[in-house]
């Protein structure tokens, strides 16, 4: 058999087979704990956190979102990728960046959807679901803009994106308020603590850490790659 016939096959076999494997697209709408590649990793007082990660000709199934929710995008959306609301048409493709940070308030105003991924690379995201309708009533820091760029502020959270060349180092702070670090670019850093004391970690695209609030610590790359991250604090 000739490529361009065994082509033809495998692009006539493919929806079929992507079909088959979202069978869950005919249940009633799940809430979003029980949502396909919506992984709920982490749960608190303040947030539950899940990694999502909607694999190539895969979609979640409809699901239910009725919390206020902050996502980070941890590697570009397949360009192909798109959301449909229950009963609507298709959206248009998000083509969302790597490190994009967004916010959406749902508390009142509940949205039903899927996500569908046809594209050939995953779908990827760390999302924080508010547990509760309103702020916690703690003050968000504030930290050094030379390293540190503001990207969102809200009466829910303040977040930052981090970003180190090998050798630089993030000068200390001060973190009031409970918060969610999300990598974005991976490497070797060094926390330096209260004391001078340093604390070495490996860290890789797509980790995510809880920090309780009361942290004081500065940041230094010590790896040979470009450190890039998110930080969130929950007000």
């Not at 494997?21 to 249940?27: H, P, Q, R």
Request: aromatic share 8%; glycine share 10%; charged share 20%.
């Amino acid at each position: 058999m000739k490529l361009p016939e065994l082509a033809l096959i495998a692009w006539l076999a493919a929806p079929a087979f992507a079909a088959a494997a979202n069978s869950w697209d005919d249940a009633p709408p799940a809430p979003m704990e029980d949502t396909s590649y919506h992984v709920p990793v982490i749960r608190n007082d303040v947030v539950t956190i899940f990694r999502i990660d909607i694999l190539p000709g895969r979609t979640s199934g409809y699901h239910i979102h009725e919390r206020d929710q902050i996502c980070v995008v941890v590697d570009d959306y397949p360009p192909e990728a798109y959301s449909q609301p229950l009963g609507g048409a298709p959206g248009q493709p998000r083509k969302a960046a790597t490190g994009e940070v967004s916010f959406v308030a749902y508390f009142g105003k509940p949205m039903t959807h899927r996500a569908i991924n046809p594209g050939t690379i995953a779908n990827r995201s760390i999302c924080a679901v508010f547990n509760g309708p309103r702020p916690l009533g703690v003050a968000a820091g504030l930290r050094d803009g030379q390293f540190y760029r503001q990207v969102l502020d809200n009466p829910r959270a303040r977040a930052w994106r981090l970003t180190l060349q090998p050798g630089q180092s993030a000068p200390a702070i001060k973190q009031p308020a409970p918060a969610l670090r999300v990598i974005i670019g991976g490497g070797e850093i060094a926390e330096v603590l209260p004391g001078g004391r340093e604390r070495g970690m490996s860290i890789r695209q797509g980790d995510f850490y809880w920090k309780e609030a009361g942290a004081t610590r500065g940041i230094r790359n010590i790896g040979t790659t470009p450190i890039d991250m998110v930080e969130i604090e929950f007000k």
